[in-house]
């Protein structure tokens, strides 16, 4: 069993910065060729992809809303993937989650991910 904890959320200015974690446990087992990924949803929308990075080579992806201010990142002594988020506006607000696939599917689609965290949510001012 997978469980995934997702922290580091909060209420920010336009223009600011916030770094979202998630720690991950897998029961003693290894990663390795799961694909990490968050998505976030705004309230009556649906859940979005944001960025996803491969455990063990660490190749990433982004929506292209986010690229150049969002970065995906994973520490493998950690068993943490962070998402470092610069230049927020008030458009990314929402819950964010953090998602675990055992690397079937497409990196884009809710669908493809096997487990969840609870979120936490994100509140940009402008």
């Known amino acids: 069993q997978v469980q995934l904890v997702e922290s580091g959320g909060g209420l920010v200015q336009a223009g600011d910065s916030l770094r979202l974690s998630c720690a991950a446990s897998a029961s003693g087992r290894s990663f390795s060729g799961y694909r990490m990924g968050w998505f976030r949803q705004a309230p009556g929308k649906e859940r979005d992809f944001v960025a996803a990075?491969?455990?063990?080579?660490?190749?990433?992806d982004y929506r292209d809303s986010v690229k150049g201010r969002f970065t995906i990142s994973r520490d493998k002594t950690k068993n943490t993937v962070y998402l470092q988020m610069n230049s927020l506006k008030p458009e990314d607000t929402a819950v964010y989650y953090c998602a675990a696939s055992a690397g079937y599917g497409s990196r884009w689609s809710p669908t493809s991910y096997d487990y969840w965290g609870q979120g936490t949510q994100v509140t940009v001012s402008s």
């Open positions: 990075i491969s455990w063990s080579d660490g190749n990433t």
